[in-house]
C-alpha cells in the first residue's frame, strides 16, 4: 500500500509539472539545446509526446486560427464533387482547358465555313469577268474562229454557269451569316456533295486543256497585233482590277483544287461526336476523289498531246504504232549508243515510254526532226547498271533474256544522276511490263 501511494504521488507531481507552464518552457528550451535528462528517448518517449502536443496547443491559441467544423468539412467536400472546376479556396468559376480547345475548334470550323462562301462569291465574280469581258466581245467581234476560240476558252461558259446555279444555292438555303452553327454546315457540305460528280465532269475538259491554251494564248499574242491590241485594252477594265487574261484563265484550275483543302480543314475542326461529322466527311471524302479525277483526266490529256507532238517529229515510222490507248510517255533525251563496250558510239535521241524505248537520229535537213530507227519492248529486256571504264563512263545496259551477246546496248548519259533517274524508270516499267 505503501508503495502504491508513493507511485501515486510521484505520478501527480509530474502530471502538476506538466501542465506548469513554467516547467514547459524549461523543457522546451532544454529540448533546443540538448540539456536535461528527461528527454532520453528510451525512457521519456510519453513525456517527449505531451510536450509537443502542449506546444502545438499553445502555438494555435496564440495565432487564433479558428479550426472548421465537421459540418463546414462535409458542405466543402459535397461543393467539390458537385462542381470539379471550382476550388475550396476559390468562388470563382474558371473555364477548363479543354472547353478553350474546343471553343477555339469552333471558331476555326466557323472561319473556313465562312471563307469557303466569301471565295465562292468572288470565284463566280471572277468567272464573269471572263465571259463579259473577254470571251462574249471576241466572240461577237469575230477576231479569231470557232476552232481558235474553243481552244483559248475551252467549256468556260459550261463553268460559269455551274457555278453560278451553285453559288445561288448556297444564297437561298444559307444566306448571309456570321455565327454558322450545325445546320448550316451540314446544308453547305450536302449542297457540295450533291453537286461533286457534274464538278468532275464540267472541269475535267477545262482543266486537261489548260496548259495547250496558255501557249495558243502566248502565241497569238506574239503573232497577232490585233488580237494583242484587244487583249490589252480589256485588261484595261476595272473589273480587271489590274490583273491579265492569264491571270483570270487559271482560276477555274486554281477553285478546283482548292475545295479539298476547304473541306480537308473543316474536317479536321470537327469532332466525331457532332452533328455535322458525317455530312463534312463525306463532302471531304466525294471531292477528294474530284481532285483525284480531274488530276488524271488532266495527266492523260497532257501525255496525249505529248504523243502526239512526237508522232509529228518522227520521220519513216509508219510501220510503228507510237500511240496507243495505255502508252505514257516517260523521259527522253540525247545518249551515247554502244553496241559494245570496243564499238564507236553514235547518238541518238531515245524516247522512254512505260512500254518501249524508241531510238531516233536528227534529221540532218530539218532540225528538230528525227528519222525514226528502231524499238525495244521492255518486256523482253533486262536492264543492268554498267561500271565505269577508262572509255565509258555513267552508263547502263540493255539485254535480250534470250541472247544476251547479239542483243547488248549500252547507252551512257550526260551524268550520273541522269543515269540513275533513267535506271530507275527502266526497272520500274520493265518489271511492270512483265507483269
Not at 455565327?179 to 453537286?195: E, H, V, W
Not at 494583242?228 to 491579265?244: M, N, S, V, W, Y
Not at 550526260?414 to 533517274?421: C, L, R, V
Request: net charge positive.
Amino acid at each position: 500500500n505503501n508503495n502504491n501511494n508513493n507511485n501515486n504521488n510521484n505520478n501527480n507531481n509530474s502530471n502538476n509539472n506538466d501542465n506548469d507552464p513554467t516547467n514547459v518552457q524549461n523543457s522546451r528550451s532544454q529540448l533546443e539545446t540538448g540539456n536535461g535528462n528527461q528527454f532520453k528517448p528510451a525512457n521519456n518517449i510519453r513525456s517527449g509526446l505531451d510536450l509537443l502536443l502542449v506546444s502545438a496547443g499553445s502555438h494555435r491559441s496564440k495565432q487564433s486560427i479558428p479550426i472548421p467544423s465537421l459540418a463546414q468539412k462535409l458542405e466543402t467536400n459535397e461543393n467539390s464533387k458537385a462542381d470539379p472546376t471550382v476550388s475550396p479556396l476559390r468562388t470563382t468559376r474558371t473555364k477548363t482547358p479543354k472547353k478553350d480547345d474546343e471553343l477555339k475548334a469552333f471558331q476555326q470550323k466557323r472561319a473556313v465555313f465562312l471563307e469557303i462562301l466569301k471565295t465562292e462569291k468572288g470565284y463566280v465574280e471572277d468567272l464573269q469577268v471572263i465571259v463579259n469581258v473577254f470571251y462574249e466581245p471576241l466572240k461577237q467581234q469575230k477576231l479569231i474562229d470557232e476552232k481558235t476560240m474553243k481552244l483559248l476558252f475551252s467549256n468556260i461558259e459550261e463553268i460559269k454557269n455551274f457555278n453560278f446555279s451553285l453559288n445561288d444555292s448556297l444564297n437561298k438555303e444559307i444566306g448571309t451569316t456570321d455565327n454558322p452553327g450545325y445546320d448550316q454546315f451540314i446544308i453547305l457540305t450536302r449542297i457540295f456533295t450533291n453537286n461533286a460528280n457534274q464538278m468532275q465532269q464540267v472541269y475535267a475538259p477545262y482543266v486537261s486543256s489548260h496548259q495547250a491554251a496558255f501557249n495558243n494564248f502566248q502565241q497569238l499574242l506574239t503573232s497577232r497585233p490585233d488580237f494583242a491590241k484587244f487583249i490589252k485594252q480589256a485588261e484595261l477594265k476595272p473589273q480587271c482590277r489590274f490583273l491579265d487574261v492569264l491571270s483570270f484563265l487559271i482560276k477555274p484550275v486554281q477553285r478546283i483544287c482548292k475545295y479539298p483543302l476547304l473541306f480537308r480543314e473543316l474536317l479536321k475542326h470537327t469532332k466525331l461526336i457532332d452533328a455535322d461529322y458525317d455530312s463534312i466527311f463525306k463532302c471531304n471524302d466525294a471531292f477528294t476523289k474530284v481532285a483525284t479525277q480531274v488530276n488524271e483526266s488532266k495527266r492523260l490529256s497532257e501525255n496525249m498531246q505529248t504523243l502526239v507532238k512526237i508522232q509529228s517529229i518522227l520521220l519513216n515510222c509508219k510501220r510503228f504504232q507510237l500511240i496507243t490507248p495505255t502508252r505514257r510517255y516517260i523521259r527522253e533525251a540525247d545518249l551515247w549508243c554502244y553496241s559494245s563496250e570496243t564499238s564507236t558510239p553514235k547518238t541518238r535521241h531515245i524516247y522512254l515510254f512505260n512500254d518501249v524505248i524508241v531510238s531516233a537520229k536528227a534529221n540532218p535537213k530539218t532540225p528538230g526532226l528525227y528519222n525514226f530507227e528502231g524499238s525495244i519492248e521492255l518486256r523482253a529486256v533486262r536492264v543492268l547498271d554498267f561500271p565505269d571504264s577508262p572509255n565509258i563512263k555513267n552508263a547502263f545496259k540493255l539485254m535480250k533474256s534470250a541472247d544476251s551477246r547479239s542483243t547488248t546496248s549500252i547507252f551512257t548519259c550526260a551524268n550520273y544522276d541522269e543515269k540513275q533517274k533513267w535506271l530507275e524508270d527502266l526497272a520500274t516499267n520493265c518489271s511492270t511490263s512483265r507483269s
